[in-house]
Every structure is written in structure tokens, then in C-alpha cells.
């Protein structure tokens, strides 16, 4: 079977990722598809819209496929990942200014790169298994795949929260925060499915709606906002640390098993894109970081201690807690002839 599905269904241009037994996590092959279909699909009248699903019942896409970028970052070959972070960034962004409505289907895991494919379209669909997040911090990277700018558009300060903390959310959660526009229940999507490939018509996504029980968002979004409003991540630690609550005490936990540089930079990025609406800017800002993350940052020591050892005890270039202003800023440079070019 092939890692992904493309193909034209009744009224429906149609993604399928097909690697359930991998979560389908994105490949660099599986980005260069959803593109051409992109390309292909964009001035074809009979396709009316888009509508972007996943195999298995586990995960819609639980990230990005880092295995060989992180083989070839051991060889200190960088290009590799360099090209891979490119071209998906740049399918990112084709789907972000897709002129017709695209729809998804997230059950279960959607995170990292999972979220460039299935968080930029126009109609995004979430059911009862949905987990959403972007972890990036915890392997020494930083909110990517045009993630950074859904975080800066979020409510208060939660994206400074989700992005630092990588907190998964649930349906209601994914809605409020900005991951996701509508809850339908996951035994409804075959039937919507059904009329959307026979009728095209986007606005039955709208009809069949229902509300999500309440996440914990709303809840904590006090808090988040009193302790996560900080300048950069040094002021967030120490507004945390002056009181002893539960939300501080999990926070504070989140916080610990991260890699601080890629949190400090994650602050830094949602400050500089809110009240942006251009994922361009976004994309351009994540590859500065992504750019530079194998040698002069911790995603090689975060994919060693998350995927390859899994000893869950990376050891990053910083405590928490360090000053890292000044290497924030380096992170976040210019590239000059590197910039990203979409």
C-alpha cells in the first residue's frame, strides 16, 4: 500500500495518509505528494474542495518521520534535514493560501507536522479521540509547519502555555485554542464523508456540528495568563515559581523536561507573530530556528533521548532557569542567503 492516497473522489479532491502502523507520521516523499496535489488541484473546477483524512484510528499524523534527519545530523551532513524542513514548510504555506475550502479529519494523535497538514485548512474537523499538540520543545526544536502562528493567534496566552508546555488538547480545547473549527462525532464522519464526495458542498460540515464536552482550557486560562504573559521564558519561570498551586507545580513539571533554549525561542516567536495573520512570516521565523537547530541547538539530543535510546534523559546545552537571551536571539538571526524561499 502506498504511504499516502491522493486521488479525486466525486466532487472531492482526496488525502489520505496510510502509514497507521507509524501513526502517519509525515515522510519527506508524503510532503513532495501532498504538494503536487496542491499544485494540480488549485485552478481544476472539478474539484471543489479538499478534504484531507488518515488511515487507522490511533492517530490522523503524529508528526514528522525525524528518523533521517537525525542519522544524517549524527554524520554532520545538516542539508538533509535543511531541504526536508524546506519543502514541507513550503507545502505549508500552499495549503495555508489554498483557495478552496479544505477540509480535515483529526482523530486521535495530530502534532507537529501533523499539524501543518491538518491545522491549516478552512474546515477542520476534530471528534471525541482528538489529541492535539505541539511538542517540539521536548526534542530541542521549536513550534513549526506554520504552528507558531496558530499559537500566536490563540486566546491570551496560550499559546506561550501550549507551545512551552506542549499540553495536548482534546476537541473543545483544539476549538478554543484555535487548532480546530468544528466538533462532530467520529461515527458521523463516514456519512459526512459520503454527501461531501457526492455534493461538494461545504457548508453540510457546518450542519452536522454538535458541541464538545468542555476541556480544561477555559478553566486554567486565568493562570495561564497571570503566569505565562512574561517578556520571555526566564519571566515565566519565576512568576511560577512564586506560588505554589497545582497548574504552577504541573506547569513547572512541563517545563522541566524541555529543552529551555527551544522554550525560549517558542516565547520569542509567538511574541514577534501576534497580531500577524501571515503564515510566510511564520514559516520564515521557524526555519531560522530549524535551520540552525542540529549544530548550534538540542534536536539531536532530543531525537537520541525521545526516539533512539529512549532514555528520556536528554541533556540539553541549558538548565532551566540559565540565562539564554542572548542565544535566543542568535537563534533567531536572519539567514541572510539561507532565508527560506517559498
Known amino acids: 500500500m502506498a504511504e499516502i492516497d491522493i486521488r479525486k473522489d466525486g466532487r472531492l479532491g482526496r488525502i489520505t495518509l496510510n502509514r497507521p502502523e507509524a501513526l502517519n507520521a509525515l515522510t519527506y516523499e508524503m510532503c513532495l505528494e501532498i504538494e503536487k496535489a496542491l499544485d494540480a488541484w488549485r485552478e481544476d473546477d472539478d474539484v471543489k474542495m479538499l478534504l484531507i483524512d488518515a488511515a487507522g484510528d490511533r492517530a ?11 542519522a544524517s545530523g549524527k554524520r554532520g551532513d545538516y542539508e538533509y534535514g535543511r531541504r526536508f524542513w524546506r519543502d514541507e514548510y513550503r507545502m505549508n504555506a500552499k495549503l495555508f493560501e489554498f483557495p478552496k475550502p479544505v477540509a480535515s479529519l483529526m482523530q486521535g494523535f495530530t502534532m507537529g507536522g501533523g499539524v501543518g497538514v491538518g491545522c491549516h485548512g478552512s474546515h477542520r474537523i476534530v471528534g471525541e479521540s482528538s489529541q492535539i499538540a505541539m511538542p517540539e520543545c521536548g526534542i530541542g526544536l521549536v513550534p513549526d509547519v506554520g504552528g507558531s502562528l496558530i499559537l500566536a493567534r490563540a486566546p491570551g496566552r496560550l499559546g506561550e502555555y501550549i507551545g512551552t508546555t506542549g499540553a495536548r488538547l482534546g476537541a473543545d480545547d483544539a476549538i478554543y485554542a484555535g487548532f480546530a473549527d468544528y466538533y462532530i462525532p467520529e461515527s458521523d464522519w463516514p456519512a459526512l464523508t459520503a454527501v461531501l464526495v457526492e455534493s461538494g458542498d461545504w457548508t453540510l460540515i457546518d450542519q452536522a456540528a454538535q458541541t464538545a464536552v468542555e476541556g480544561r482550557l ?3 486560562e486565568a493562570e495561564i495568563n497571570k503566569h505565562f504573559g512574561g517578556e520571555s521564558l526566564g519571566d515565566i519561570l ?9 497548574f504552577t507545580s504541573a506547569a513547572l513539571r512541563s517545563l522541566g523536561r524541555n529543552a529551555p533554549l527551544s522554550m ?27 535551520f540552525r537547530s542540529m549544530e548550534h541547538a538540542d534536536f539531536i539530543e532530543g531525537i537520541r533521548a525521545a526516539i533512539i535510546d529512549k532514555d528520556r534523559k536528554p541533556e540539553w546545552k541549558h538548565k532551566l532557569g540559565d540565562p539564554i537571551d542572548a542565544d535566543v536571539t542568535k537563534m533567531l538571526l536572519p539567514l541572510g542567503a539561507d532565508a527560506l524561499k517559498l
Open 264 to 290: 525560549g525561542c517558542t516565547v520569542e516567536m509567538v511574541h514577534r507573530l501576534r497580531g500577524t495573520d501571515d503564515i510566510r512570516r511564520a514559516l520564515d521565523l521557524e526555519y531560522r530556528y530549524t
Open 238 to 246: 519565576r512568576s511560577l515559581q512564586s506560588e505554589d498551586t497545582d
Open 218 to 220: 477555559k478553566g486554567q
Open 60 to 70: 490522523f499524523c503524529a508528526g514528522g518521520d525525524i528518523a533521517e534527519m537525525y
